[in-house]
């Protein structure tokens, strides 16, 4: 087998400009290279971090402040039902009185959520918020 002179070997694909069959779209010119800012932007990944565990930790008081105590009262309630049954008052049982402490102690979980909502999730979402603005008003400038 001989070389024939007329195709040059190896052979070798066409570029990818020209396309291949004639029904194919022509490619685009590449895109040109974007500009990288000067800066890196204020409301980084670092902030929303932070934020989310701002508000896990949140939840997570609330949340066991609320099911724990309810959790007290059903296993009271099943492995001790001599002490749910003793009178607190005349005609006042442990059990009825700890039942209607958890409308209370869902109110002190509410606002458990709410104090730390306000002293410590709220000013890192308006710091955040208050940043992306300002990114925002850069971009807007460029």
């Given at each position: ?48 971090r932070i ?42 049982p442990a ?47 460029r």
């Amino acid at each position: 087998m001989s070389h024939d002179p007329s195709r040059p070997y190896p052979y070798q694909p066409p570029p990818a400009s020209h396309p291949t069959y004639p029904w194919q779209p022509p490619t685009a010119p590449p895109a040109p290279p974007r500009r990288r800012p000067d800066h890196a932007p204020l409301g980084h990944h670092s902030d929303l971090r932070i934020l989310r565990g701002a508000y896990r930790r949140q939840r997570r008081v609330a949340t066991l402040t609320a099911l724990g105590y309810f959790v007290v009262f059903l296993v009271l309630s099943a492995f001790a039902p001599s002490l749910m049954t003793a009178d607190v008052t005349t005609g006042l049982p442990a059990g009825l009185l700890l039942a209607l402490l958890q409308l209370p102690v869902t109110g002190v979980a509410v606002a458990v959520y709410e104090q730390t909502a306000r002293r410590r999730v709220d000013p890192i979402a308006d710091r955040i918020r208050r940043q992306s603005e300002v990114d925002a008003r850069r971009g807007a400038t460029r």
